[in-house]
């Protein structure tokens, strides 16, 4: 199922825990574990285009099949890379494909599994959520082996088109058939701390906006 941009631009503003609260509500695990954020101040919201890998010890692979730009030009602008590495700390992806990813507008990266050069990425400012930061390079030791199957990143389930949200606290994925109503639900949470977070300025305990509020 395809989304609408008007719906993908709704989670622009949504917060992670947020819309994992309304991830509950639909019964979906879709907060990715131990993917951490790489340049501070960053987040990212786009669709998913999968990448899957397979990886091993120097050696493993020949060195043409490390295809980065194969990831890269898979990407859209707007869209979010998420590659299933298997969670290997071994870099797919470092500082110049970090630049020709910016360039071309591609609005993140997903990796469960490594990336290295972390000042070009926070030079470059694009948003990069990661399991690993290492200096190992996946050269001969990683090859691509699918692009836009239904992978798994951080123990959860992300198919292509599917919604990607990631900023300082972790990185989600909602379903695209479900990105409508988890955007809806998590506006009205949104709503609902704006309101809490008034009432708290006022005087009101925590409690007792807890016990008002019961959607925070």
Same mark, same amino acid.
């Given at each position: 199922m395809s989304i609408?941009?008007?719906i993908l631009a709704r989670f622009a503003d949504l917060a992670t825990p947020t819309l994992a609260n309304a991830l509950d509500d639909i019964g979906f695990d879709g907060v990715?574990? !131990?993917?951490g954020q790489v340049v501070p101040g960053t987040r990212c919201h786009g669709r998913a285009?999968?990448? *899957?890998?397979?990886?091993?010890? &120097? !050696?493993?692979?020949?060195?043409e099949d490390f295809k980065v730009g194969h990831m890269i030009d898979a990407a859209g602008p707007g869209d979010v890379l998420v590659v299933d590495s298997g969670g290997r700390a071994v870099s797919t992806w470092g500082g110049l494909a970090t630049f020709a990813a910016k360039v071309k507008g591609v609005a993140g990266l997903v990796v469960d599994g490594g990336? =290295?050069?972390?000042?070009?990425m926070e030079k470059h400012r694009l948003? *990069?959520? $990661?399991?690993?930061? $290492?200096?190992?390079?996946?050269?001969? =030791?990683?090859?691509? $082996?699918?692009?836009?199957? $239904?992978? &798994?990143?951080?123990?959860? =389930? *992300?198919?292509?088109?599917?919604?990607?949200?990631?900023? !300082?606290?972790?990185v989600v994925s909602i379903p695209a058939?479900?990105?409508?109503? *988890?955007?809806?639900?998590?506006? &009205?949470?949104?709503?609902?701390? =704006?309101?809490?977070?008034?009432?708290?300025?006022?005087?009101?305990?925590? &409690?007792e906006a807890m016990a008002r509020f019961k959607r925070i």
């Open positions: 609408t941009d008007d990715m574990s !131990g993917i285009v999968t990448i *899957v890998q397979a990886a091993g010890p &120097r !050696g493993s692979f020949a060195s990336v =290295r050069d972390r000042e070009e948003p *990069v959520f $990661t399991r690993h930061m $290492t200096p190992l390079t996946g050269r001969s =030791r990683i090859r691509i $082996t699918g692009i836009n199957e $239904t992978i &798994r990143c951080g123990g959860v =389930r *992300v198919r292509p088109g599917d919604v990607i949200v990631a900023d !300082g606290s972790g058939e479900h990105a409508e109503q *988890v955007a809806e639900l998590a506006h &009205r949470y949104a709503a609902d701390d =704006r309101l809490a977070e008034a009432e708290l300025a006022k005087g009101l305990s925590f &409690r």
